[in-house]
């Protein structure tokens, strides 16, 4: 934070970022300055602790590593965005936060500590109570996320009866009022209608309310505008962060959109091929970006808040099958900067290690590169 | 969702015409149309050796010298109004309604089949509800435990009772079950009025061998779908809510994998109400099929009409009530 300076460089997101920032920092305690400081030999002291998550399942084809050492920690109030390419495992570990993977043959490792108990060792029975009540999820295609034969208000309410001693009436009253809450207009009647006559933005009101039903301390939404045309994401947004503040859950936003994060998320992870590439805060992705990969993100990025280039950039190439994950650093076939290796063998990986405090980035690449690097890709850009 | 039921009602009546009309020019325009005269047409109602003069009053007497379509409009009086035959001495009536007389059995065709009905209805109904509840239990449960030797074991057992014929089966079955071990000794139809309990324990035999072959394609089909339903992303969202996998599975999944076994069901059991043919044969069961059977071996087309027109109405109606339900089961597709 210290180095929040006026310069401003092109990475540097626009008003609304700042403002939800701020409003990120007042509401932040000051004991968990470096929440995101990863696996620590301490117990857990957030509200969701991930500490080393591996996701693994095997296939015809091989074993693929969706997941592969993945830390982090975030705090009620707080947003968290997690950003890659499809394939990056992001979607995987959002599942198996909610103990969604951790089923058939998949083999989920480390620990998910969500106040204090670790749901990778809980047994499933427990996971479910916690699921859809505790924490629950909303779904990216929300015609396809909606049972298609039962009505809106049933969906809603069925969280609701599982996990609450009440009765259909409650339950039902209780679906028109989260209805009423995300915007649903004549919410009393709306409540008896099926998934397919609601449009795609109310659809997806409805999939927020669905997961809201239980009042969850963690909300997961996963890509949750994907479906949506832009008017339309811009509302559910300002939905999902109005009653983020609201209900005070954490909340992680999953998403390809660096855009979706600049809007919401206080703290950033950037994942490649199932591994940690970069985390930190927002401000320290979008003003000091330390991984190639997080560099390519911006560059691909359409930005209204400045002169246009040119043209985008694009990263080269396509991400690595997780199957066949290259040895050393994965992003090294797409890197621009493969060869300043700094002496390092090509099968190395590059470990995760800070950079600044609470920003963390897994480079071959020195500290020093990599604000040089930025520094010089900033001004080309401008 | 009334108004949707008459209109269904409605179609069906016309349907149930048309049916009627071109079931009624195959017997009676199509030979025309072929070159065959009214008078070799009428020698199929006199008995054998006929004389000129027999045939030609014969002729007149049932009107077949008259144009098809007032044939036709005579056809459905009669179905209606019932009507008059002449036959030989006897001037016989027809009573409503009317599906014509068989000068074969000196009858008419409507009691004889009407007769018949218990023992397909019988045949049919207990069968269907066997394979059924086998059928999409088993497919439930191999597609839960894809893979498991219980799966393997079942749809090859599936395999087998698609491929087995009934008039294999159901001879193994009585051979074994009937004469070897008498278990279900004399297979006759015993009317479910006269005695619940020997209706029951003759049908047994019938109802494993028809529904055998029905709960192998059931259990196929809806091992298949369950596959299908339970890779969907709605049933990953009842997952997330916490639901018992028990509620996803049978509230989530079963109840949109259900959705086309419904359908089949429909048009499965109303064909086999027009005449289970195969199992009323090999079984000697005198339902609709084995009626069906003698009419067409004594070509008696009065009454191979009348059963094609029954088997129509059987179809037709279980499609009414295919599209009633579906839109029941589906909110998509109701009105």
């Known amino acids: ?382 | 969702m009334i108004a949707f039921i008459i209109r269904r009602l409605i179609a069906t009546v016309f349907l149930l015409i048309i049916v009627s009309m071109i079931t009624f020019a195959i017997f009676f325009l199509l030979p025309r149309l072929a070159g065959q005269t009214t008078y070799e047409l009428a020698i199929q109602y006199v008995g054998r050796n006929p004389t000129r003069a027999a045939v030609l009053a014969v002729e007149k007497q049932l009107g077949l010298d008259a144009p098809v379509y007032l044939q036709y409009g005579r056809f459905l009086r009669g179905i209606v109004f019932g009507t008059h035959y002449n036959a030989g001495p006897v001037r016989a009536y027809c009573p409503p309604p009317c599906f014509g007389y068989s000068f074969k059995n000196q009858q008419p065709v409507w009691p004889q089949m009407v007769s018949s009905i218990p023992v397909t209805l019988s045949l049919a109904i207990g069968a269907s509800i066997i394979w059924l509840v086998s059928g999409v239990a088993i497919g439930v449960l191999s597609a839960l435990k894809r893979g498991s030797i219980f799966d393997r074991f079942s749809m090859g057992v599936a395999l087998a009772g698609v491929s087995l014929p009934i008039f294999f089966t159901g001879l193994i079955a009585l051979e074994l079950f009937s004469y070897r071990w008498p278990i279900f000794p004399n297979v006759t139809f015993v009317p479910f009025t006269d005695n619940p309990w020997l209706w029951a324990k003759n049908l047994v035999l019938p109802w494993i061998t028809l529904a055998f072959l029905y709960a192998a394609l059931y259990a196929r089909l809806t091992r298949a779908g369950m596959l299908e339903t339970m890779s969907e992303d709605y049933i990953r969202t009842a997952r997330a809510k916490g639901l018992p996998e028990r509620t996803v599975i049978v509230k989530h999944g079963l109840r949109a994998a259900l959705t086309p076994i419904v359908t089949i069901f429909g048009m499965d059991l109303g064909l086999l109400l027009g005449g289970a043919i195969i199992t009323e044969v090999t079984f000697s069961l005198h339902g609709l099929g084995l009626f069906t059977i003698e009419a067409i071996n004594n070509q008696d087309l009065p009454e191979i009409l009348g059963v094609t027109l029954l088997a129509a109405f059987f179809i037709v109606i279980a499609n009414l009530f295919v599209d009633i339900l579906y839109a029941y089961v589906d909110p998509r597709v109701r009105p």
């Open chain 1, 1 to 382: 934070m210290a180095e929040d300076d006026g310069r401003r460089q092109p990475g540097q997101a626009g008003g609304r970022l700042a403002r939800l920032r701020a409003r990120g920092r007042s509401g932040r305690e000051p004991e968990v300055q470096d929440a995101g400081a990863g696996p620590g030999e301490t117990g857990p002291t957030a509200m969701l602790d991930i500490r080393d998550l591996r996701i693994h399942f095997p296939t015809d084809d091989g074993l693929v590593k969706a997941v592969d050492g993945v830390s982090f920690a975030l705090e009620r109030g707080r947003t968290l965005g997690v950003v890659g390419e499809s394939g990056s495992g992001k979607s995987v570990t959002s599942l198996g936060i909610l103990g969604l993977y951790n089923t058939g043959n998949s083999r989920m490792s480390g620990q998910i500590y969500l106040d204090g108990e670790d749901l990778v060792a809980a047994d499933q029975a427990r996971v479910r109570e916690l699921r859809g009540n505790k924490m629950a999820m909303i779904f990216q295609d929300p015609l396809s996320s909606m049972h298609p034969y039962y009505t809106v208000g049933d969906q809603i309410a069925e969280a609701y009866l599982i996990h609450n001693k009440v009765g259909k009436k409650a339950a039902r009253a209780h679906a028109v009022d989260l209805l009423k809450r995300v915007g649903i207009p004549q919410a009393a009647t709306r409540v008896d209608d099926y998934p397919h006559q609601f449009s795609g933005g109310m659809r997806q009101r409805a999939m927020i309310a669905m997961a809201l039903s239980c009042d969850p301390e963690l909300l997961i939404a996963d890509e949750p505008t994907t479906a949506l045309d832009v008017t339309v994401q811009a509302q559910i947004l300002d939905l999902i962060s109005d009653l983020q503040q609201e209900y005070g859950s954490a909340v992680i936003i999953i998403t390809h959109d660096l855009g979706v994060v600049a809007e919401l998320a206080d703290d950033i992870l950037v994942m490649y091929a199932g591994r940690m590439a970069e985390y930190g805060s927002s401000e320290d992705i979008f003003n000091r970006p330390g991984h190639p990969y997080t560099w390519g993100l911006l560059g691909s990025m359409p930005r209204l808040d400045e002169v246009r280039q040119e043209r985008l950039l694009s990263i080269r190439g396509t991400p690595p099958s997780l199957i066949n994950v290259p040895a050393g650093c994965p992003f090294n076939p797409r890197c621009d900067y493969a060869a300043r290796n700094n002496g390092r063998s090509e099968n190395e990986v590059p470990v995760l290690r800070p950079v600044g405090p609470g920003h963390l980035v897994a480079c071959h690449l020195s500290t020093d590169e990599q604000r040089r690097i930025w520094a010089e890709r900033a001004r080309v850009a401008s």
